[in-house]
């Protein structure tokens, strides 16, 4: 099935991934994130447990390994640190259980934003900050962009606590803290549920990128933490992460489709879009039974459910997973 228009054509292939464990992955709530790998392999998360999968452009699981994490809900790759390549992942530290009809459970682990090799070995870890927002409020980390010492960083590292006091906060590359903002330094304002984070490097500057998701827009700032812009407030709708495919940004929207952004942040294509999925009762799940929510029965190719996170190739191809029952992971190739 072919999918967009004009420039911005792709074939939708549905069920990219082969997921091992079918029995755990068709019970467990997805809510992760994907990247690519200098080799081109696709890395992501098991949607029912704390397992880190790479795959190759055809979907099979060439690699895998357990984490000391709840969730990948957002997967950074980086390079250049004297380590090769290494992967950040911002962990929420909570994950719905399918044995309490997907509650959370009590006593979740701590967020954190964690390093880790390539082969899971961990290299550094940031968890909660000092600071008076979190005496009373939580701290849930959803997402993290690093300055990259190989594209002339500094190797700083950005925090973005999306899912607790909505700020983002500044580490060196040993993750001692620097500093915090949280929209009010600038004309846009305060972030609502800053999900996803970007340091994008397509222009002669790099900037940092913001999904300020429940304002459904993006903020822009520079590398020292000052506003620059804002833009999407006339046509995004829950804008969830990002991904560089040449010179568009790809931009997952919640509810529900694939938003394409060129250079000037103007608005380029959309994907795959199907607004009403959010109606449903029980998004981006149904409800079965009492009320317990259940997959949805009717997922089919060519129309997005819930898109969460996204990765691009180096050919333009994208990858994105969804956050629901079961998961799914779709691979659109560039035409």
Request: net charge negative.
């Amino acid at each position: 099935m072919k999918i967009g228009k004009g420039d911005h054509v792709y074939t939708w292939v549905d069920n990219w991934a082969e997921i091992p464990d079918d029995e755990v992955a068709a019970k467990g709530w997805s809510h992760h994130d994907a990247v690519i790998r200098s080799d081109g392999r696709i890395v992501s998360c098991h949607g029912g447990k704390p397992t880190i999968l790479t795959f190759d452009t055809d979907g099979n699981v060439v690699e895998s390994w357990d984490a000391p994490i709840t969730e990948a809900h957002g997967i950074t790759i980086a390079a250049g640190e004297g380590e090769g390549e290494v992967l950040w992942i911002g962990d929420t530290g909570r994950k719905r259980a399918p044995e309490l009809n997907y509650e959370y459970p009590d006593g979740s682990k701590p967020s954190q934003a964690i390093k880790l090799d390539l082969r899971g070995n961990e290299l550094l870890r940031i968890g909660q900050p000092d600071l008076s927002i979190y005496d009373a409020g939580s701290f849930s980390v959803t997402s993290v962009a690093v300055h990259q010492e190989s594209h002339g960083g500094n190797g700083d590292v950005w925090v973005a606590d999306g899912y607790g006091q909505s700020v983002v906060h500044r580490y060196d590359r040993q993750g001692d803290y620097l500093g915090s903002i949280n929209g009010e330094e600038g004309a846009a304002g305060r972030f609502n549920t800053p999900h996803g984070l970007l340091i994008d490097y397509r222009k002669a500057e790099p900037e940092l990128y913001i999904a300020d998701r429940a304002n459904n827009r993006v903020q822009v700032y520079d590398l020292e933490g000052g506003f620059k812009r804002s833009f999407g407030e006339a046509w995004l709708i829950t804008p969830c992460a990002f991904a560089v495919a040449g010179d568009l940004l790809a931009i997952p929207e919640l509810q529900a489709r694939v938003t394409l952004v060129d250079l000037n942040d103007d608005l380029a294509g959309q994907l795959g879009a199907n607004l009403e999925a959010a109606q449903r009762e029980g998004w981006p799940n149904s409800l079965g039974e009492g009320g317990v929510p259940m997959r949805p029965p009717d997922l089919g190719p060519g129309k997005f459910n819930s898109p969460h996170g996204i990765a691009a190739d180096a050919q333009g191809n994208l990858y994105v997973p969804e956050w629901l029952i079961g998961g799914r992971f779709t691979k659109l190739v560039k035409s």
